[in-house]
């Protein structure tokens, strides 16, 4: 009997793989960012600053950033279907919980809590997509999946946020719980069993190894600063444009601030695309040029006009997840033989620490600088971002 290869698109399996990390990247996405909608409210009813407010995005992605490797280990030892199920199941309950608590400290404990169970899907989605999918499909494949991840943090925020109008952003962030439940369910229906998985028992030394051997490679660092410069800055415009646009001159009441999340539609859209595209012209000029266009759109929003604005947003978000969906899928396909799921849970760990570290810091900028400073900050990163990956990423294309 032929080995097998991995699913192709038109098969049943391939279809159902699909749409299995569809709904886990749904189930994930909608839980970790549905606070962002409501930050606002959130403070204004805590008593705390806009960046203190902010942690309760930072706390969830902090757990996240710690728990990858640890989840990647997991899915080494016990499969990566079973990993993501229990990660899924778990963040799920502590996030129908999180809402309930009375104090900001306790919420963000249980946010921690949350997004270091969460960590298990984005840990070990791409190594499961890369083993189990052909090899010649998996960058569009990749895609899919990164779409998905963008229709959940889309309806995270959209279900979360118009309560925050009514004065009840909690139950807001427990809707957007309960919705993941669904998503959890139907990421378990759905998902086939691994064909291609063969478990290995866990060896700390083995897994030093691994991880320096991705840490030595100029090209899995360049993708790693990708991660943190692109998603910190990413993260930290959805965290204070609602402040922004609250305030005068704009004073936009929260209900259509929570509807500017709908720029994640060009995500959506642009990250399928852009694997698709990269199969055709190479993965770096895609790259590039999606850092280029995430650039333009946040230039876009200093215009002093809410029509501009929107569309600054939805070119920004379009740019990112354009170069997500490359860098993210870049990743394991390029790693040391052998560490493929380490590759991808280092780059989800830079992922997370940018959207922690700089979604944070990034709260301090707007405080003493404005809106202008937070643009100028983010234009910045994707500037630095850019200029890594043509300086690492363009050897090692001449290389192979």
């Given at each position: 009997m032929a080995e097998f290869a991995g699913h192709r698109p038109g098969e049943p399996a391939y279809r159902r793989l699909i749409a299995a990390l569809f709904f886990a990247g749904v189930a994930t996405f909608a839980q970790l960012y549905s606070p962002q909608a409501v930050l606002p409210f959130l403070a204004a009813d805590l008593g705390v600053e806009p960046a203190t407010a902010a942690l309760a995005?930072?706390?969830?992605?902090?757990?996240?950033?710690?728990?990858?490797?640890?989840?990647?280990?997991?899915a080494d030892r016990f499969g990566r279907r079973t990993t993501m199920s229990v990660g899924?199941?778990?963040?799920?309950?502590?996030?129908?919980?999180?809402?309930?608590?009375?104090?900001?400290?306790?919420?963000?404990?249980?946010?921690?809590?949350?997004?270091?169970?969460?960590?298990?899907?984005?840990?070990?989605?791409?190594?499961?997509?890369?083993?189990e999918v052909h090899a010649g499909h998996v960058v569009r494949a990749a895609g899919s999946y990164i779409a998905g991840t963008t229709v959940g943090g889309l309806a995270g925020r959209l279900i979360a946020g118009p309560f925050a109008e009514w004065g009840m952003w909690r139950v807001g962030v427990f809707a957007a719980a309960a919705t993941c439940a669904g998503s959890a369910a139907l990421f378990l229906w759905l998902a086939p069993r691994a064909r291609r998985f063969t478990p290995a028992p866990v060896r700390l030394?083995?897994?030093?190894?691994?991880?320096?051997?991705?840490?030595?490679?100029?090209?899995?660092?360049?993708?790693?600063?990708?991660a943190f410069l692109l998603m910190g800055g990413f993260v930290a415009v959805y965290n204070y444009l609602g402040f922004m646009l609250?305030?005068?001159?704009?004073?936009?009441?929260?209900?259509?601030?929570?509807?500017?999340?709908?720029?994640?539609?060009?995500?959506?859209?642009?990250?399928?695309?852009?694997?698709?595209?990269?199969?055709?012209?190479?993965?770096?000029?895609?790259?590039?040029?999606?850092?280029?266009?995430?650039?333009?759109?946040?230039?876009?929003?200093?215009?002093?006009?809410?029509?501009?604005?929107?569309?600054?947003?939805?070119?920004?978000?379009?740019?990112?997840?354009?170069?997500?969906?490359?860098?993210?899928?870049?990743?394991?396909?390029?790693?040391?033989?052998?560490?493929?799921?380490?590759?991808?849970?280092?780059?989800?760990?830079?992922?997370?620490?940018?959207?922690?570290?700089?979604g944070w810091a990034l709260g301090l900028v707007f405080a003493g600088s404005g809106w202008a400073g937070v643009v100028g900050a983010v234009a910045a990163l994707c500037a630095l971002a850019a200029w890594c990956a043509a300086a690492a990423l363009r050897r090692g294309v001449s290389r192979r």
């Open positions: 995005v930072s706390a969830s992605t902090l757990g996240l950033a710690v728990a990858v490797i640890p989840w990647s280990v997991a899924v199941v778990t963040a799920t309950a502590v996030g129908l919980l999180a809402p309930l608590v009375p104090s900001i400290g306790l919420f963000l404990a249980a946010r921690l809590v949350e997004g270091a169970a969460l960590g298990a899907v984005p840990a070990v989605a791409l190594a499961y997509l890369s083993e030394r083995a897994l030093g190894r691994r991880l320096r051997a991705n840490l030595r490679s100029p090209a899995q660092l360049a993708l790693y600063a990708q609250a305030r005068p001159p704009y004073d936009v009441p929260q209900w259509i601030v929570s509807l500017l999340f709908l720029a994640y539609l060009g995500g959506t859209v642009s990250s399928p695309r852009a694997g698709a595209l990269a199969g055709r012209i190479g993965r770096l000029p895609v790259l590039l040029g999606s850092t280029a266009v995430m650039g333009a759109g946040v230039l876009l929003t200093l215009v002093p006009s809410v029509v501009v604005i929107v569309v600054g947003l939805v070119v920004f978000t379009a740019g990112f997840f354009g170069a997500h969906a490359i860098a993210s899928g870049w990743t394991p396909a390029s790693a040391p033989a052998g560490t493929a799921a380490q590759a991808s849970s280092l780059y989800y760990l830079a992922y997370y620490a940018g959207s922690s570290a700089l």
